[in-house]
């Protein structure tokens, strides 16, 4: 298969990203070569295992934790199932968590789901946002209870970007005993993380979204918090995880996280350059267009626009012309016929979240390429515009 | 990412007869905002009650343009008595065929048409006086009613593809089940198992084979890259060439009888055999 990256406009990096070349060099010999068991007594199987070892340290540095708080997994589904259900069996008698409206699925559809998982009937507090897409602390204090399980809130909101003051939320939580998790996979190298100095208990991260390949995720356990596997099997990850680890993948996403370490003020200060000015150009170019997400507390990479009056899918498809790739909260492109819950649980009009689109940015986007977004969306808009009963009335 | 004909892209790319025809006969408004897709259908009628002119304009995705562009070609020089038969499957089908998540594109684009015509000739719109079921998308009972009939619908889950009744809070799937159940009931012995119908003319086989082909197999044979084009229909014969990557597939002859001939044995006739073009 050829997939042409080179001629494609990518700003789809919320949704995953390139895996950087120097990702896969590091990889390439555990491909090759070196296909060792990193459990084996002899040494072409241990030094597999010391690459292995090598790549949780890259891992802990970027998060600022330690080495065995590292555990590897298939994914950031996998660690948010595993973080939620450990907290359940380690509290049978607690029966209530704590959550958010906006989550991704890997935690709402757990959620939803965990009564027939379980056997036991869970009350679920999902925690409102506020047209901004933030949250309320007092109400996320008032709900916490002798009874709550788990709270478990995003880092970074996947569509919008707004970020959660999730190191503040994990402290209430401490002081009242519950655990805390995040499902940080949009925020990790994006924005400087230090779990050391926080109380938060459990993080998921996945490769895919820092330039390393799918399939490889993380979730953080801190020193001390209960943890009960999710999958069982070998001795594997100190019997945390079971399962012969994806070694390629792993010490790729080790090369990814120096690599995020070494981007992160360049993600803050030029990728962010970029954002604002795609955002400014189109916000200011596109009548009746508006930004969804508070404008400051986000992800420098995000910005998630709505053009009224027009539908996600169609805008997506015409830009899918000019080789434009993006997101959209519209509907359509989910195969639902609702909206995104993210914009619907922030109150954005229908008028506005059928025709959102999420462009997200990596360090690979090029100011030409905003550019060329720039030049090629008003026309799209207006074109559609023209096709829309809605348009005329409201012109 | 769906998978849209040529034709569907070919009508959203280059979208025929945008707009508001001046001084219209009839005018069809369906949808709104809220639901993510609307349709303003407008049209000019002459004297001898033929369509001159079609024009639409369009709220919604890439296969609601597509439905909306095509519908106005095909009612542009037909006469109204005609145009009062087209059916969904009649929109579906001129696009080549719509993702089945999609039909209820061209559901609106025949309730726009119906609008039309009624505003034209004074009537009153038999859809809008049921009851209303689905109140997130206001849908009545009596389109789910006949989207059931006309769609050999058998599932909640075909109801929401084809009206969009109940793919939203969901409050309704009961009644849905309710109406289906009860519908499916009521038909009459014969249209209630058309696959079992043993009397079947070469033109409605034809017709059928084709219908199951679009809808069904052609989109699952797609996803592997292959393609399928019905050939001839002789007796219980139905001979076939597979195209793309099933042709000199290994697997093909497995696809052949496993897949396609049991579809169409399951749906159109249960005597069928199919063969591949020699």
Same mark, same amino acid.
């Given at each position: 298969m050829?997939?042409?990256?080179?001629?494609v406009v990518y700003m789809d990096n919320n949704a995953t990203t390139r895996i950087a070349p120097e990702v896969v060099e590091a990889m390439m010999p555990f491909l090759t070569d070196c296909y060792g068991n990193p459990s084996s007594m002899h040494t072409f199987g241990g030094q597999v295992g010391q690459a292995v070892e090598q790549a949780r340290e890259s891992i802990a540095r970027l998060i600022g934790a330690r080495a065995e708080e590292i555990v590897f997994t298939s994914c950031g589904t996998e660690s948010d199932s595993t973080a939620i259900l450990s907290a359940l069996q380690t509290f049978p008698e607690k029966?209530?968590?704590?959550?958010?409206?906006?989550? !991704?699925?890997?935690?709402?559809?757990?959620?939803?789901?965990?009564?027939? #998982?379980?056997? !036991?009937?869970?009350?679920?507090t999902w925690l409102s946002v506020d047209a901004d897409g933030t949250l309320d602390l007092e109400s996320y204090r008032q709900a916490l209870s002798d009874e709550t399980a788990i709270v478990s809130v995003m880092w970074a909101n996947n569509e919008t970007g707004v970020l959660f003051p999730v190191e503040e939320m994990a402290r209430i939580a401490k002081e009242r005993g519950v655990l805390f998790h995040t499902d940080a996979v949009q925020a990790v190298g994006k924005v400087p993380i230090n779990l050391g100095a926080t109380d938060i208990d459990f993080l998921s991260l996945s490769g895919h979204k820092l330039h390393a390949p799918k399939g490889v995720g993380v979730l953080y356990v801190a020193k001390g918090t209960p943890f009960i596997p999710f999958i069982n099997g070998g001795h594997q990850e100190h019997g945390r995880r079971g399962g012969t680890e994806n070694v390629a993948s792993i010490v790729g996403l080790g090369k990814a996280?120096?690599?995020?370490?070494?981007?992160?003020?360049?993600?803050?200060?030029?990728?962010?350059?970029?954002?604002d000015k795609l955002e400014a150009g189109l916000l200011g170019s596109v009548p009746k267009s508006l930004l969804n997400g508070h404008a400051q507390d986000r992800l420098p990479n995000t910005a998630n626009i709505s053009f009224e009056y027009v539908e996600g899918e169609a805008i997506l498809l015409h830009m899918n012309q000019h080789q434009i790739c993006a997101s959209s909260g519209s509907a359509c492109t989910s195969g639902s016929l609702e909206p995104s819950h993210v914009l619907r649980a922030m109150g954005v009009?229908?008028?506005?979240?059928?025709?959102?689109?999420?462009? $997200?940015?990596?360090?690979?986007?090029?100011?030409?390429?905003?550019?060329?977004?720039?030049?090629?969306?008003?026309?799209?808009?207006?074109?559609?515009?023209?096709?829309?009963?809605?348009?005329?009335?409201?012109? | 990412?769906?998978?849209?004909?040529?034709?569907?892209?070919?009508?959203?790319?280059?979208?025929?007869?945008?707009?508001?025809?001046?001084?219209?006969?009839?005018?069809?408004?369906?949808?709104?905002?809220?639901?993510?897709?609307?349709?303003?259908?407008?049209?000019?009628?002459?004297?001898?009650?033929?369509?001159?002119?079609?024009?639409?304009?369009?709220?919604?995705?890439?296969s609601?343009?597509?439905?909306?562009?095509?519908?106005?070609?095909?009612?542009?020089?037909?006469?109204?008595?005609?145009?009062?038969?087209?059916?969904?499957?009649?929109?579906?089908?001129?696009?080549?065929?719509?993702?089945?998540?999609?039909?209820h594109c061209s559901v609106m684009g025949r309730e726009a048409l119906e609008a039309a015509i009624a505003?034209?000739?004074?009537?009153? #719109?038999?859809?809008?006086?049921?009851?209303?079921?689905?109140?997130?998308?206001?849908?009545?009972?009596?389109?789910?009613?006949?989207?059931?009939?006309?769609n050999s619908l058998r599932s909640v889950e075909e109801i929401t593809n084809f009206t969009k009744a109940g793919g939203g809070c969901g409050k309704c799937e009961e009644r849905l089940r309710e109406i289906l159940v009860k519908t499916v009931e009521d038909l009459p012995e014969k249209a209630q198992s058309p696959p079992k119908e043993k009397r079947m003319t070469t033109l409605q086989k034809i017709k059928k084979?084709?219908?199951?082909?679009?809808?069904?197999?052609?989109?699952? #044979?797609?996803?592997?890259?292959?393609?399928?084009?019905?050939?001839?229909?002789?007796?219980?014969?139905?001979?076939?060439? #597979?195209?793309?990557?099933?042709?000199?597939? !290994? $697997? $093909?002859?497995?696809?052949?009888?496993?897949?396609?001939?049991?579809?169409?044995?399951?749906?159109?006739?249960?005597?069928?055999?199919?063969?591949?073009?020699?």
């Open positions: 050829q997939c042409h990256s080179d001629q029966r209530h968590i704590v959550t958010t409206r906006v989550e !991704h699925p890997a935690v709402k559809s757990l959620c939803e789901n965990l009564d027939n #998982l379980t056997g !036991h009937k869970h009350r679920i996280c120096e690599l995020a370490g070494a981007n992160m003020e360049e993600e803050n200060t030029r990728v962010r350059a970029l954002r009009p229908f008028t506005a979240a059928h025709g959102s689109i999420r462009f $997200s940015l990596s360090t690979y986007n090029s100011e030409e390429e905003i550019d060329f977004v720039l030049e090629k969306m008003p026309a799209i808009i207006a074109k559609l515009r023209t096709m829309s009963p809605f348009w005329e009335e409201n012109e | 990412m769906w998978e849209y004909t040529d034709k569907v892209q070919e009508h959203f790319i280059h979208p025929k007869n945008v707009g508001e025809v001046e001084n219209p006969d009839g005018v069809g408004n369906v949808g709104s905002l809220a639901c993510g897709d609307a349709l303003k259908l407008t049209i000019k009628v002459d004297e001898k009650d033929i369509i001159t002119d079609a024009k639409f304009k369009t709220f919604g995705c890439a609601a343009i597509a439905s909306s562009s095509v519908l106005t070609e095909m009612l542009k020089g037909m006469p109204l008595a005609e145009a009062k038969n087209i059916t969904n499957d009649d929109i579906a089908e001129a696009l080549g065929g719509l993702p089945k998540e999609k039909m505003d034209f000739t004074g009537a009153i #719109l038999p859809m809008a006086q049921g009851e209303v079921v689905c109140e997130c998308f206001g849908v009545t009972d009596l389109e789910v009613i006949r989207a059931v009939e006309e084979i084709e219908q199951v082909l679009e809808r069904e197999i052609k989109p699952t #044979l797609k996803k592997d890259g292959g393609s399928i084009e019905l050939i001839d229909v002789d007796g219980d014969f139905v001979t076939v060439s #597979l195209r793309g990557a099933c042709s000199g597939c !290994h $697997s $093909s002859q497995t696809t052949l009888k496993e897949y396609v001939e049991k579809k169409l044995r399951e749906q159109v006739l249960e005597t069928l055999i199919v063969e591949e073009e020699k």
